[in-house]
């Protein structure tokens, strides 16, 4: 917003003030980072076998014997059944009788059952995580993925909302309320009695978590300035939320218990209660509101705060021009009106769903990966904070478009080139995996603040809403092609990295934004498809006469 930045201009960009409200809204997300995938370790598979009571009374031969073997998907050896055992009646049949497993008894014609008695876990990794505490595996295998859904549903639904209730109660508001929404939710988990219990509660988690992160994403772009905003929204917020991820497996290395791991992740929340008389509400939504003493009050206190001294009067000018501007309103319809902007939307939703299948399913998979689980999740968390700083660097020097699909093409190669890794090469492997995922982050740090430039001031809050849940949809998705491994250990590498490339490919059709001025309108906007256009579109005189309105409608930022 010109006229705010103008009238607030004299506070400074980088004093005290800004300096808190930079570093403590950062701090708030650093929870979101360790919460968004925390479900890798709450929700790891243990080793697992079908028990055999120990009141039943068989020899020892039997009783090693009674799990029958059954060729690895992954590595293509026997290994014992995770889902079946030799049929328990005929085991103790052949026992009483003194006949030998393999010796006396031709064990492939030996009948099998399901686990009628439950599992064995292999707790030395684990003490427990949800899939052994309700036995999420065999048949009920399913309800894995479905949990990391839940909760990315639950991300869905925040989405949707956090923005109009920050809109309608202001920022500071709904920030530490979801805030609370999210610690009380993260501790309400350890009490859960069953896996339905568990995810009903999981969503709300998720809900609270996204719409704190939102909502703290914008309160930071609304109260700084327009050099240390970018910063912020890019560099700082990303950085941060890596310093969560990458705190989440050095506390799940020393709490391998899932009620007691949930009971460290909630405990931080309570850090955030102090911030409350540090963090102000934002001015411009106070402006928004009417509430302009409240407005100057805050920039009073900066100033303070940055040791300047206000002028008498700051925004009672500005408010009443505000008041008195007719302003056209805009909805998710605009973005599917004309042919330009539908293209242009539809090419970002499905890059923006890719990407997120990308980061969350890669993100994900790190327990499933060969050696220490904890020390892949650490891994997956540190490969982001170069990619952060890559995405900055290219975002600023380089080509927004061919930014965005050369590091989408590049992820999706290096996915691919994993099926092609010998089944012995686990290091060259989980290399190529967190390069893809390096590569993915990359693209997802570059597609926000890329979709931000190509849309009009008038749409640009709709089409990033739109654009996030796109995401979301994507992160919903994102389990279920892990859970494709059960099938073939290659087959989530295959689709992922030929969407990953199809889209990075697809990509070269958005229009070029570096250098060119922000749209203000629609008719401002750049055309679809942009890989042939070299300069930004300027108005016709028959436009200039028929957006007379529009262009007086714009929003205020």
Not at 58 to 72: F, G, K, Q
Not at 238 to 265: E, H, V
Not at 289 to 297: C, K, L, P, S, T
Request: glycine share 6%; proline share 5%.
């Amino acid at each position: 917003m010109t006229d705010y930045e103008a009238a607030t201009a004299f506070i400074g960009e980088w004093g005290r003030f800004q300096q808190e409200v930079f570093f403590l809204l950062c701090m708030s997300i650093i929870p979101n980072g360790f919460t968004a995938l925390s479900i890798v370790f709450l929700a790891d598979t243990l080793p697992h076998r079908c028990l055999i009571p120990t009141q039943v009374n068989l020899t020892d031969a039997w009783r090693n014997s009674s799990i029958p073997l059954e060729v690895d998907s992954h590595s293509g050896t026997l290994v014992p059944s995770k889902c079946a055992r030799y049929k328990l009646q005929d085991m103790l049949d052949f026992s009483d009788r003194g006949l030998l497993p393999g010796v006396d008894v031709n064990l492939s014609n030996v009948s099998t059952e399901g686990c009628l008695d439950g599992w064995e876990y292999d707790r030395s990794v684990y003490i427990s995580t949800i899939i052994s505490e309700w036995d999420l595996v065999c048949d009920d295998g399913w309800k894995n993925p479905l949990t990391s859904s839940i909760f990315f549903c639950g991300v869905l639904s925040g989405s949707l909302i956090s923005g109009q209730l920050s809109d309608r109660y202001g920022r500071k508001m709904v920030l530490f309320g979801t805030i609370a929404v999210q610690t009380v939710a993260t501790f309400l988990l350890v009490f859960s009695q069953s896996w339905v219990m568990f995810c009903a509660i999981y969503f709300i988690v998720g809900l609270g978590a996204i719409s704190n992160y939102v909502t703290a994403f914008v309160l930071g772009t609304e109260i700084l300035g327009q050099h240390v905003r970018t910063i912020f929204s890019t560099a700082g917020v990303s950085l941060f939320f890596a310093a969560g991820y990458l705190l989440l497996p050095l506390l799940a290395f020393f709490i391998r218990d899932w009620r007691m791991l949930l009971l460290g992740l909630a405990l931080p929340g309570l850090f955030c209660v102090p911030l409350w008389w540090y963090i102000p509400e934002s001015p411009r939504w106070l402006l928004a509101q009417g509430r302009v003493e409240e407005a100057e009050a805050i920039i009073r206190n900066a100033a303070k705060r940055n040791k300047i001294e206000a002028p008498s009067v700051i925004f009672s000018p500005l408010q009443k021009e505000l008041q008195s501007d007719q302003r056209k309103a805009y909805n998710i319809c605009d973005l599917l009106r004309s042919p330009n902007i539908r293209w242009l939307s539809i090419t970002l939703w499905l890059v923006w769903n890719t990407v997120t299948i990308g980061y969350f399913a890669l993100s994900l998979n790190t327990a499933n990966l060969h050696g220490n689980a904890f020390f892949n999740c650490f891994l997956s968390a540190l490969v982001e904070i170069p990619a952060y700083i890559l995405s900055w660097v290219m975002f600023r020097w380089f080509s927004r478009r061919l930014s965005l699909s050369s590091t989408l093409v590049m992820g999706g190669m290096f996915l691919l080139l994993i099926q092609l890794v010998p089944a012995n090469q686990f290091f060259l492997a989980i290399t190529l995996e967190m390069m893809g995922k390096f590569a993915v982050t990359t693209a997802f740090a570059i597609v926000y603040a890329y979709t931000a430039e190509l849309y009009p001031t008038v749409l640009r809050n709709t089409a990033l809403g739109t654009c996030s849940m796109a995401a979301r949809v994507g992160s919903i998705i994102a389990p279920y092609f892990i859970y494709l491994r059960s099938y073939s250990v290659s087959l989530p590498y295959i689709l992922m990295g030929s969407l990953t490339a199809l889209v990075g490919l697809l990509s070269l059709l958005l229009p070029e934004t570096r250098g060119m001025p922000l749209p203000d309108t629609i008719t401002h906007m750049q055309r679809f498809p942009g890989c042939c256009q070299k300069k930004p579109n300027t108005l016709t005189q028959e436009e200039e006469k028929e957006n007379p309105a529009e262009r007086k409608s714009l929003v205020v930022q």
